[in-house]
């Protein structure tokens, strides 16, 4: 399916004529970009409050500080913009009348990596809003087949019956700001600053779940969080790993600053010397073998 037929398909469901369900409309056929990886960082340069621990496999990470590259907008035949902000090492998502950038990380899995994490940091000013302004921010999951399986999607809104910026979470978009997180499971913004938006994916015996978490970069706390399952998402049977992060609308004035985009799964601890042996120190994210021998006995982590 090529990405003039989405558009198309985006347009029909704006207008009213199909369903507003994004798993319907998702890109699951598009071409699958190519060379869209970027050069990784050691995980020791990333900050608090919610610095990615040592002992993960890092996916994908975008800290906007070169490029915006990984992303796609109006440029690339996709919606919106995606602007680098080369002063603040950051960049600003804006969209269009059908929807907004959207990236692949480094490519779709089909294939059940482990619990994984996905986070981006938005900057976030209530005052700055007008009622009714908002986005959705969404991060897929792919199935077992390779096709789209679910979203799980943040709603942040300017609600204009509370006249507060509320964040709230779910499966679908109707593409329009959600006027109706009062009547939900949701947080009220209050304070301007830099927010992260994670998504933390795991296996709950068996069935996919997915906690949408708000965290306050200045103090690390944890805001909200929603968590979302269905009774068909089975691990391995019909969950693969992720797919894509897409702002499916942006209706802010001026968009929105974002920054630290980062795909990652933490890796289990080795806790006997046998699990460290014929190579298995690799799956704990260590250089040698020595290092993971040197974490069981003294605790000293040295990745």
């Known amino acids: 399916m090529k990405i ?15 369903g507003v369900s994004c798993e319907s409309i998702t890109d699951s056929d598009v071409e699958e970009q190519a060379d869209n990886q970027i050069e990784t960082l ?16 890092i996916f994908w990470y975008q800290d906007f500080s070169e490029n915006a590259d990984g992303w796609l907008d ?66 897929a999951s792919s199935g077992s087949d390779g096709g789209h399986q679910r979203d799980f ?16 979470g779910s499966n679908n978009t109707n593409f329009a700001p959600r006027e109706d997180l009062e009547n939900l499971n949701s947080y009220a913004v209050t304070e301007a600053g830099w927010y992260t938006l994670q998504h933390n994916f795991y296996n709950d015996n068996g069935q996919l779940a997915v ?26 049977d ?31 601890e080795p806790e006997t010397i046998e699990n460290c042996q014929d190579g298995a120190f690799e799956a704990y994210g260590f250089r040698n073998q020595g290092q993971c021998i040197r974490y069981v006995n003294t605790g000293k982590d040295s990745r």
Do not use: C, Q
């Open 42 to 57: 050691d995980t020791g340069e990333l900050l608090m409050p919610n610095a990615i621990p040592a002992n993960s496999e």
């Open 74 to 139: 109006s440029d690339d035949e996709w919606y919106g913009t995606i602007t680098h902000n080369s002063a603040e090492e950051t960049a600003t998502v804006e969209g269009d009348e059908l929807s907004a950038p959207f990236s692949r990380f480094d490519g779709y899995r089909d294939v059940w990596p482990g619990d994984y994490f996905a986070e981006i940091e938005v900057y976030l000013d209530p005052d700055a809003w007008s009622l009714g302004e908002g986005f959705d921010y969404t991060v």
């Open 153 to 168: 999607i943040f709603h942040l809104t300017k609600d204009t019956s509370t006249e507060t910026l509320l964040v709230g």
């Open 211 to 236: 906690d949408l978490n708000l965290y306050k970069n200045s103090t690390g706390d944890l805001l909200f969080t929603e968590t979302r399952t269905n009774a068909a998402d089975l691990i391995p």
């Open 238 to 268: 019909e969950v693969g790993g992720n797919r894509y992060s897409w702002f499916t609308v942006i209706a802010v004035e001026g968009g929105i600053e974002v920054d630290n985009h980062s795909l990652y799964r933490v890796l289990e």
């Open 4 to 18: 003039t037929f989405v558009k198309l398909i985006g347009m029909l469901a704006i207008a009213g004529l199909i």
